[in-house]
């Protein structure tokens, strides 16, 4: 990939950065993936990121979303500039010359469940003599043992990237402090603390997707945190981790019990589980179905489009439909940026389609 070029202002950021306040922020991180889908199309070095595909996932609502996360010089720079035409504010971004050598693996399967923890360069697939355009499911299985069995020393990774320079609360511009709504995408605790400590302001809508950097410290760990939120986002799989052994309806009246704030648990292919303080139980919301070529960033992208919806109604089960249509949007293609530009008519359109009439 090539390395970044931008020209830089005095403050040392590229020269299309902008302090104008966005409609809503998120924090999280851009990563280069590489994708085999559940038909055995192959993406190689795609573009995403949980702070883009939550941002993007917003930007089917509002015109302009801050992102605050990290740049490095192999993070594709046509695809900063999309997302920054489509609508993201870069202002929040701190800008890194350091060059990642491998990016994550996900291979489908065709429920949408995928392999985690895979990380190789794209290239790698043809130099162990793979097709780089389509897997068989045997070539798939032969892949991914190859990936589960590969050690390559010295090899830095985005989460090994992310875990060595966290996202600082002194990259974010003065004027975001003030935005409606921010989304904090997985992220270290002391990450979305900080980032708490810093938006936490009468007005603000908070929400977190856990990651499995929360899930893995465990529900007391994070009690503190989600006393703070005015959404948790978690998944099923995280839900399990953060409850284990109950039934997904009884894990999440326990995370209500934990989060004053709305509970969404994002359950893959069979929508999303959200709890109704109201009648003290648990309501399904649906998938927005379309036909799905990249799962990738879909929890992301549901995230970006849940805040959106509860900062503009306050109701979060009509939140859960902002985000499956904006998850809708993003899996319809590969990449964080395929989905732009948004078409908000269309997605107004879907939702009036979706919930009319709407409680």
């Known amino acids: 990939m090539p390395r970044w070029n931008a020209t830089r202002s005095a403050s040392g950021r590229p020269d299309w950065a ?5 409609d ?3 924090v999280g991180g851009l990563t280069v993936d590489n994708v085999v889908a559940a038909d055995g199309t192959v993406a190689l070095d795609q573009a995403g990121g ?3 595909y939550s941002a ?3 930007l089917a609502w509002v015109a302009r979303v801050g992102l605050v996360s990290c740049a490095v010089s192999t993070y594709p720079p046509d695809v900063l500039k999309r997302l920054r035409a489509g609508g993201v504010d870069l202002a929040g971004v701190a800008w890194s010359e350091q060059a990642l050598s491998a990016g994550s693996w996900f291979l489908y399967d065709g429920d949408g469940r995928r392999d985690e923890g895979l990380t190789a360069p794209g290239d790698a697939l043809a130099e162990a003599g793979f097709p780089t355009d389509r897997l068989t499911p045997a070539q798939t299985a032969e892949w991914r043992a190859v990936l589960q069995a590969r050690r ?3 090899e830095i990774g985005y989460s090994e990237f992310r875990e060595r320079h966290p996202l600082r609360a002194a990259q974010v511009p003065e004027s975001w402090r003030a935005v409606k709504g921010v989304h904090l995408a997985p992220s270290a605790p002391s990450v979305v603390a900080e980032m708490l400590d810093l938006f936490s302001r009468d007005g603000t809508t908070i929400t977190a997707d856990p990651g499995w950097q929360l899930a893995e410290a465990g529900l007391d760990a994070i009690g503190p945190i989600l006393s703070r939120l005015d959404a948790f986002l978690p998944s099923e799989v995280e839900l399990r981790a953060l409850v284990p052994g109950a039934h997904p309806a009884d894990a999440i009246a326990v995370l209500a019990g934990r989060c004053p704030g709305a509970v969404a648990v994002k359950m893959g292919p069979e929508g999303a589980l ?3 303080r109201a009648s003290r139980a648990p309501v399904t919301v649906p998938v927005h179905h379309v036909e799905t070529r990249d799962p990738t960033g879909a929890g992301d992208s549901f995230s ?3 805040l959106a919806g509860l900062v503009e109604t306050g109701d979060p089960v009509q939140a859960a439909r902002f985000g499956a249509i904006s ?3 993003v899996v319809s293609s590969f990449g964080a940026a395929g989905a732009l530009p948004a078409d908000r008519d269309a997605t107004r359109a879907a939702l009036h389609k979706d919930c009319n009439p709407c409680h």
Not at 18 to 22: A, G
Request: charged fraction near 10%; include cysteine; charge should be negative.
């Open 152 to 154: 390559a020393l010295g």
């Open 274 to 276: 959200v709890w109704d």
């Open 56 to 58: 993007v996932g917003a």
């Open 327 to 329: 998850a809708a949007r």
């Open 50 to 52: 949980n702070g883009a």
């Open 304 to 306: 970006g489009g849940f």
């Open 24 to 26: 809503l922020v998120t």
């Open 18 to 22: 902008c302090d104008v306040i966005p």
